[in-house]
């Protein structure tokens, strides 16, 4: 076959230039650039790309690109084994998936919502003390509050990822849950 008539000819540059634009790890994310953090990532890796990849510059950003993606897969991760713990293990994955199409489902949630999550923030290391709150977060505690497990899901978040005096957790990873 031509590569003309070959549809799979492209195949692997398309799934490089996905991945190039997935900002969250997660293929085929149109909802990129829609969030604060989202497009300081997206800024990053433009002016990476317009530099030579052979400079400290690009070698730079390109680490500074791929540590805030490990971080925040980790933070995912976080969040995804608290719901599994806490028995949405087949709904994990659709909690924590957020596009530009979401929605508080009730407007009087908000402001509980921010404040979960800035109790999250302040008082466990579900999130590294460098990170900055994630407009996402707030969709994924509204969903929580929505199915009463937002106060469960903090209790879990406090023990599995107490806070520490001297910052993050390191690579200890989560502490096992007592019963």
């Known amino acids: 076959l031509s590569s003309n008539n070959n549809p799979y000819a492209s195949f692997g540059a398309t799934l490089a230039r996905d991945e190039e634009q997935n ?3 997660t293929p085929h994310d149109v909802t990129h650039t829609e969030a604060d953090d989202d497009r300081v990532l997206y800024n990053m890796i433009v002016v990476r790309n317009q530099l030579d990849k052979d400079s400290e510059e ?4 390109n680490y500074d690109i791929y540590t805030l993606r490990q971080t925040r897969k980790e933070v995912r991760s976080r969040w995804k084994h608290i719901l599994e713990d806490l028995g949405f293990q087949k709904e994990a994955d659709s909690l924590l998936s957020v596009t530009k ?10 402001s509980k919502a921010r404040d979960i999550l800035l109790k ?3 008082e466990t290391n579900i999130f590294p003390t460098s990170w900055e709150l994630s407009e996402r977060y707030l969709f994924v505690v509204d969903r929580l509050i929505a199915l009463d497990a937002a106060d469960e899901f903090f209790k879990m978040a406090s023990a599995v990822y107490p806070k520490r005096p001297g910052g993050d957790r390191g690579d200890e990873g989560p502490r096992p849950l007592q019963s």
């Open 120 to 122: 999250l923030s302040e």
């Open 58 to 61: 690009w070698q730079k950003l």
């Open 101 to 110: 199409l979401s929605i508080i489902s009730d407007s009087q949630n908000m």
């Open 23 to 25: 900002l969250w790890s």
